[in-house]
């Protein structure tokens, strides 16, 4: 079992940055890869961002590839999600998740495990 809180949304002017961390409870975090996704309004979840249980393999979707960064501290049981350059489209719910394999998948019924999500808002 692992449990996910996500943190460090809010409102951000374009162009700014935000870091947004996903904590996990457990002795087991480093077995799992992560995922970022996010969900706007009115739209289906995607895929923003994963790293492998080791951190050494990461990938993003082509939206951020060049602005986001993905990292993980599995000394602090922690994900990180550093966000530069926003823009307003960036806008939505962001969410973490994990999965027992070794690297992250893009899908996310794939992930076993999800935090409740935290708000981040860019504005024009």
């Known amino acids: 079992q692992v449990q996910l809180v996500e943190s460090g949304g809010g409102l951000v002017q374009t162009g700014g940055s935000l870091r947004v961390s996903c904590a996990a409870s457990?002795?087991?975090?480093?077995?799992?890869?992560v995922g970022w996704f996010r969900q706007a309004p009115g739209k289906e979840r995607e895929f923003v961002a994963g790293?492998?249980?080791?951190?050494?393999?990461?990938s993003y979707a082509d939206s951020v590839k060049g602005r986001f960064t993905i990292s993980r501290d599995n000394t602090k049981n922690t994900v990180y999600l550093q966000m530069n350059s926003l823009k307003p489209e960036d806008t939505a719910v962001y969410y973490c998740?994990?999965?027992?394999?070794?690297?992250?998948?893009?899908?996310?019924?794939?992930?076993?495990?999800w935090g409740q999500g935290t708000q981040v808002t860019v504005s024009s």
């Open positions: 998740a994990a999965d027992a394999k070794l690297t992250a998948d893009a899908l996310s019924s794939a992930y076993d495990y």
């Open positions: 457990g002795r087991t975090f480093s077995r799992y890869a």
């Open positions: 790293v492998s249980r080791t951190g050494g393999y990461t």
